[in-house]
């Protein structure tokens, strides 16, 4: 990227026990790769690996990511206990040529 396109972020909690981040972008990126680091100086990091392919390929992630979109968890009768949701998709970072 040439230079950071990130201009802002705010954060919101979408159900009870689940925070959302929202980063605006003044130019269109993809994340292609994303890992937490343990504390340093206060807390926990999140880092997210952005690249720029053009408004192309953002507007065809932005489709992929908004079929993905987490589904609202039920409790189901004997059910088993429930998985963590999937991180961010691998077929986005697979189609940016992330591993």
């Known amino acids: 990227l040439a230079k950071p396109p ?12 689940m925070g ?13 790769r994303r890992f937490s680091l343990p ?5 926990y990091r999140l880092v997210l690996d952005l690249v720029d392919r053009g408004a192309t ?4 992630a932005a489709k992929v990511l908004s ?3 987490m589904p609202v968890s039920r409790p189901l ?5 429930a998985l963590p949701a999937e991180p961010l998709s691998a ?9």
């Open 91 to 99: 077929t986005v970072a697979a189609s940016n040529g992330a591993a």
């Open 20 to 32: 959302r981040v929202v980063i605006e972008l003044d130019a269109p990126a993809i994340p292609v």
């Open 77 to 81: 009768a004997n059910a088993s206990p």
């Open 39 to 43: 504390p340093e100086n206060g807390g």
């Open 57 to 60: 390929a953002f507007s065809v």
């Open 67 to 69: 079929r993905e979109q």
């Open 6 to 17: 990130a201009r802002a972020y705010r954060f919101g909690k979408p159900t009870p026990d």
